[in-house]
């Protein structure tokens, strides 16, 4: 389904990574893994992790991020559900359930918050980068704020999740969303669907917010993870693809001198 794990000793050895406590309200402190890239003030990044959480595949994910000159923050926003016996969808799933969406969503401004206040951070804007579950967020959060980059990778235009701890719907927020937004999906992705990602870029479209999305055929759901950058793997040029159309658009959006991956 999305990204469950991945060696941890993949991580670039010129970045530094700390262990950071997020405020995010009424006295909690959000985990995070913050990664750096070796020239600072840079521009900022925040994560929007898939089901699993935080994970080893995350915490990479973050490294490459500051290999490629961005402060990376990698939250851990199921802090008040705890960690999961085992890193895999089976457990995964119901704790999931118990997720309160829109509060993750204030959690996640609250790091963006953060990130603009630290001193390693450049800049005005926060890029906003998420997955699957993630995904959806990053969506969300350009509704709450004019000061996001947002790339979605298979997040879910018509939300996600049941009753009171399901997410705001994107497409019920277009109206207050502000670009630019960045997407890549797979046309074989049958749990998010390819009809729901076009009819929110034409919701966007007629806004005039703007939204440059991908669906790459024959691909399916969490392709970046699936692929391991495999260039065997069948979805490896979905994979590279993005990861590279990904920095160059934050490299536009947050900064103009960031370096080179």
């Given at each position: 389904m999305c990204h469950p794990d991945a060696p941890t000793d993949a991580i670039p050895p010129d970045v530094a990574v700390e262990e950071v406590l997020v405020p995010v309200g009424d006295g909690e402190r959000m985990p995070g893994f913050l990664a750096l890239p070796a020239h600072l003030p840079a521009p900022a990044v925040v994560i929007g992790n898939d089901v699993v959480g935080r994970s080893p595949y995350y915490e990479h994910l973050a490294a490459r991020f500051a290999a490629a000159g961005f402060v990376a923050l990698d939250p851990e926003y199921f802090f008040r559900q705890g960690p999961l016996p085992e890193l895999t969808l089976e457990h995964a799933g119901p704790r999931a359930r118990h997720l309160h969406m829109p509060?993750?969503?204030?959690?996640?401004?609250?790091?963006?918050?953060?990130l603009l206040a630290h001193p390693a951070v450049s800049g005005d804007r926060v890029g906003a980068v998420g997955f699957c579950m993630g995904g959806t967020f990053a969506l969300v959060l350009t509704a709450r704020r004019a000061d996001?980059?947002?790339?979605?990778?298979?997040?879910?235009?018509?939300?996600?999740?049941?009753?009171?701890?399901?997410?705001?719907?994107?497409?019920?927020?277009?109206?207050?969303?502000?670009?630019?937004?960045?997407?890549?999906?797979?046309?074989?992705?049958?749990l998010v669907g390819v009809e729901p990602v076009e009819r929110f870029a034409r919701a966007l479209a007629g806004r005039g917010v703007t939204?440059?999305?991908?669906?790459?055929?024959?691909?399916?759901?969490?392709?970046?993870?699936?692929?391991?950058?495999?260039?065997?793997?069948?979805?490896?040029?979905?994979?590279?693809?993005?990861?590279?159309?990904?920095l160059d658009f934050l490299r536009a959006e947050l900064t103009e001198g960031a370096l080179s991956p």
């Open positions: 509060t993750t969503i204030d959690d996640l401004s609250h790091a963006a918050d953060w996001i980059a947002a790339v979605c990778f298979y997040g879910f235009p018509q939300g996600s999740g049941q009753g009171e701890h399901a997410s705001p719907v994107p497409l019920e927020l277009v109206d207050a969303m502000h670009g630019p937004i960045l997407g890549f999906f797979g046309e074989d992705d049958a939204f440059d999305y991908t669906i790459y055929p024959n691909v399916g759901h969490g392709f970046m993870r699936h692929s391991a950058f495999d260039p065997e793997h069948e979805w490896y040029d979905a994979a590279v693809g993005s990861w590279f159309r990904t």
